[in-house]
């Protein structure tokens, strides 16, 4: 005959102990989240919205991952970023990040920075923007004028000054320098107290569009390719030569050639392998969801994904791109 008493009593002992025991299996079962950050640049130019556009996508189609976009300085200090592991993806120039990885420019003394390619992305089209009426018609007449060469800690920074040093244009001792980005210096061009600016991106540039639609004030853009041999001589092949066609902007009735080079998507060289492969196919697969981000986006595929990296690629990114038959140089 069973004891009913000792039964209610261990049944009062065990109850806690088991619910704490399936509280914890029911835990485990759940996936966790993966949080991952992308670092961007400034709110006016092309880095920004396209990272917002992948972390949607991110966010929307791999499960249980949520990814937000950050506005940072731009490449230099993105790359700066993945080296602390302060962010986990990271859009850079393809130049600088070649800096970083030869430890050279920005990063020279710093040792070989440990990132890696996930994807090229799209080319830059460099803009030389000038105001109409300030006699600027030719970049070398840039000398004496107030000219912004960009942020402090962007790509774009490490650019100019290479662009103008081509030209014999130094910059502390030639221009009136501001280090402004690009939405300050859209900003003092429409209030009439800078003359040039540097921005580059995709087509179209948003900063540009605006500023060309401002009524009151009529830019041009300047030819910055002339010396692109000197470019390529002394940094190697990121800079090649690209058009920005009539009728991009408002009021530009003439094509504009310009120093272009290559954008990519990147990450710490530890990045998990699977990870990284997913991140790679979901942008891919969904690339017309990145158009709507920004047109920069436009010719980004499983071929062009390839093409123009100066850094290895990550494994994940290579096992991608073999399933696709496609070869990783």
Do not use: W
């Not at 081509?166 to 003359?195: C, F, P, T, W």
């Amino acid at each position: 005959m069973f004891c009913t008493k000792g039964i209610s009593a261990l049944l009062i002992a065990i109850l806690p102990l088991l619910f704490i025991f399936f509280s914890g299996v029911s835990a485990e079962a759940q996936p966790q989240t993966v949080s991952l950050s992308i670092a961007t640049g400034g709110t006016g130019a092309v880095f920004y919205p396209l990272g917002g556009g992948m972390a949607r996508v991110l966010s929307k189609y791999i499960p249980n991952m949520q990814v937000t976009a950050e506005v940072t300085a731009g490449s230099v200090d993105n790359i700066k970023l993945i080296q602390m592991k302060k962010a986990d993806l990271a859009l850079s120039m393809a130049e600088i990040a070649s800096d970083a990885l030869h430890a050279e420019g920005k990063f020279k003394g710093t040792g070989p920075a440990p990132i890696r390619t996930m994807a090229a992305v799209y080319s830059s089209y460099l803009h030389l923007v000038v105001r109409e009426g300030a006699g600027i018609h030719s970049l070398p007449d840039l000398r004496g004028k107030r000219v912004s060469t960009g942020a402090p800690g962007s790509g774009i920074e490490v650019k100019n000054i290479r662009v103008l040093e081509s030209y014999g244009i130094d910059v502390d001792k030639h221009l009136k320098r501001e280090r402004l980005n690009y939405v300050e210096a859209a900003g003092s061009m429409k209030d009439r107290k800078l003359d040039a600016f540097f921005i580059e991106g995709g087509l179209p540039i948003s900063t540009v569009l605006d500023l060309a639609a401002t009524p009151g004030i009529t830019i041009k853009l300047i030819n910055n390719v002339e010396h692109i041999d000197k470019l390529r001589q002394k940094y190697g092949s990121c800079y090649y030569k690209l058009i920005i066609p009539k009728g991009t902007y408002s009021n530009i009735n003439y094509d504009v050639p310009v120093v272009g080079s290559g954008n990519l998507l990147i990450c710490h060289e530890n990045m998990d392998a699977t990870l990284v492969y997913r991140i790679i196919k979901t942008l891919i697969e969904h690339q017309p969801e990145l158009v709507l981000a920004h047109k920069a986006a436009s010719d980004f595929s499983v071929t062009t994904a390839v093409v123009g990296s100066p850094l290895p690629f990550h494994p994940g990114a290579v096992k991608y791109f073999k399933e696709k038959g496609i070869e990783v140089k």
